[in-house]
């Protein structure tokens, strides 16, 4: 198929409307404005429902009332705006309500900047609302895989009942790149017969609901939705290798650092220094066992993980999978600076002659 030159945020949209998005929620919120921009104007010629919402807390209670009547429905936003969306999606996920949610991810704390960065790992993987839950999270390294994750997630939300969120950093949000509308395969998806759309020859009225004044039945629902989290876990989980065949040195990256890391990656090579990228795909579930297995090789030194966080947030992970069998190394930028490639075969190298 011929390739199309495609705004990131732009091609969210677009990849939403294809997948046969019924209704979108949200609020402008740089650096994705273009998702609910474009949504205005071609969401309803598609025949959907596109409504500016007064807040990001009015937009995921939106999302909840059109997920609960079975609409495929999808919100966006930035940091700041994904956490108030937070209690939403919290009772998103004890209702068992099917949507989509892409973070399009800033600067931080607070406000912070509109520059991208990866500051929002913890809330995404580890939920940033209230209670045991989980959203299983995709995270795209450019503009193709964003539109093929879009279109996915609609699936995966309806396979499972349960929010699925798209994080990608502001970068991949605003830059333009050639993609293919690809066909996405089509999951073979339980009926809705949940949703509260009317009696529709029911004898009894669906009831969506989060709240369990019983501490039993509170339990059996937690139960029940840790089971379906397993399955996820199971079936769902996610990562990409590079190079990593006879890596000595391995950098763990996603997003934007990862596609930086690949040019790392040859330079290091053509230095003497066998590297290779190993990345998360779906964020969560994280891709641990993979991981693991490259820990345990013999050849291998060291990892470097690499993002666009203060501390490092996926470094947890890192850390938990690999369990102290190489030694870990950090690099990372805050406030909308983007780590360099020649930052990369810096800190690798000397990782490389340390662990040697």
Same mark, same amino acid.
């Given at each position: 198929?011929?390739k199309e030159?495609?705004?990131?945020n /732009?091609?969210? =949209? ?12 949200? %609020? &402008? ?5 273009e998702?609910?921009? %474009?949504?205005s104007v071609?969401?309803?010629?598609a ?10 807390i009015?937009?995921?209670n939106m999302?909840?009332g059109?997920a609960?009547?079975?609409m495929?429905v999808?919100t ?5 705006g994904i956490?108030?969306?937070q209690?939403?999606i919290t009772?998103l996920a ?15 704390p607070?406000?912070?900047?509109i520059?991208p +960065? ?8 580890r939920?940033? +609302? ?5 959203t299983l999270?995709? =995270?795209?390294? @450019?503009?193709?895989?964003?539109a093929?994750f879009?279109q996915?997630?609609? +699936?995966?939300?309806d396979?499972?009942r ?9 970068l991949?949000?605003q830059?333009? /790149? ?8 089509r999951?073979?998806l339980?009926p809705?017969? #949940?949703?509260?759309n009317?009696r ?5 009225? @669906?009831?969506?609901n ?5 501490p /039993? ?8 939705l840790?089971?379906k989290?397993?399955?996820? /876990?199971?079936r769902e989980?996610? #990562?990409?290798?590079? =190079?990593c ?6 950098l763990?990256?996603y997003g934007? &650092?990862?596609?930086i890391a690949?040019?790392?990656i ?7 220094v ?7 795909v ?7 066992a993979a ?7 013999g ?11 203060s501390c ?11 369990e102290?069998?190489?030694p ?5 930028h805050?406030? +909308?600076?983007?780590p ?5 075969v ?5 990782l490389w002659?340390?662990?040697?």
């Amino acid at each position: 198929m011929p390739k199309e030159l495609w705004k990131g945020n /732009e091609a969210i =949209a677009e990849a939403a409307i294809r997948a046969g998005c019924d209704c979108f929620f949200g %609020y &402008p919120i740089t650096p994705q404005s273009e998702v609910p921009e %474009y949504m205005s104007v071609h969401l309803p010629a598609a025949g959907g429902v596109f409504v500016q919402s007064e807040s990001e807390i009015a937009a995921i209670n939106m999302v909840y009332g059109a997920a609960g009547s079975g609409m495929r429905v999808m919100t966006s936003s930035s940091s700041p705006g994904i956490s108030l969306k937070q209690e939403g999606i919290t009772y998103l996920a004890a209702a068992e309500l099917p949507c989509v949610i892409v973070n399009c991810m800033r600067g931080g704390p607070g406000l912070g900047t509109i520059q991208p +960065g990866q500051g929002d790992y913890y809330q995404a993987t580890r939920g940033g +609302g209230n209670g045991d839950y989980r959203t299983l999270v995709l =995270a795209p390294s @450019n503009i193709q895989e964003t539109a093929d994750f879009v279109q996915e997630a609609f +699936g995966l939300a309806d396979q499972y009942r349960n929010p699925v969120m798209i994080v990608c950093d502001g970068l991949i949000g605003q830059m333009m /790149e050639p993609i293919e509308w690809r066909e996405i395969p089509r999951r073979k998806l339980p009926p809705k017969d #949940w949703a509260a759309n009317g009696r529709r020859g029911r004898g009894h009225n @669906n009831i969506i609901n989060s709240l369990y004044m019983d501490p /039993e039945a509170c339990d059996a629902l937690n139960r029940h939705l840790s089971a379906k989290y397993a399955e996820m /876990e199971r079936r769902e989980v996610r #990562w990409a290798e590079e =190079a990593c065949e006879d890596a000595e040195i391995i950098l763990t990256a996603y997003g934007t &650092p990862a596609r930086i890391a690949l040019t790392a990656i040859e330079a290091l090579r053509a230095r003497g220094v066998k590297a290779g990228l190993f990345r998360p795909v779906t964020l969560w579930p994280f891709p641990e066992a993979a991981l693991r297995a490259l820990a345990e090789r013999g050849t291998v030194r060291g990892f470097l993980d690499v993002e666009m966080s203060s501390c490092g947030q996926m470094l947890d992970d890192v850390r938990l999978a690999v369990e102290g069998r190489k030694p870990i190394r950090y690099l990372g930028h805050a406030g +909308g600076i983007i780590p360099t490639a020649e930052e990369m075969v810096q800190a690798a190298e000397a990782l490389w002659k340390e662990a040697g």
